[in-house]
């Protein structure tokens, strides 16, 4: 979509994205978001691992353990992005909105 100069407001012309396309993306970043929090649920990745490390010494659980929070970590960092790019979109869509009432 495109804005032309608005002297007025003083506004400069501008290309803008049409509404669906800022929506399809934020679908898709809350879907990545819902994929991560997932990932992010350490009580059930250890519910899982403790019938296995039962059957280990305890000092093989720390490497497991320590990976784990890597991962958790990892995955929190990459939720952080994605929330972010998610905020940026939903500034966006707002811009649009805004300039389709003029």
Known sequence: MYSCMNTVEGLPPRLYRNPSEIHRDMIRISAKIRENEEMLSIHNLLMEMIPIWAEQSPERWIPELE???DEAREALDN???????????????EEVRCMMKY
């Open 79 to 93: 939720l952080k992005r994605l929330q972010y790019a998610l905020e940026l979109l939903a500034d966006e869509l």
């Open 67 to 69: 990976a784990t929070v």
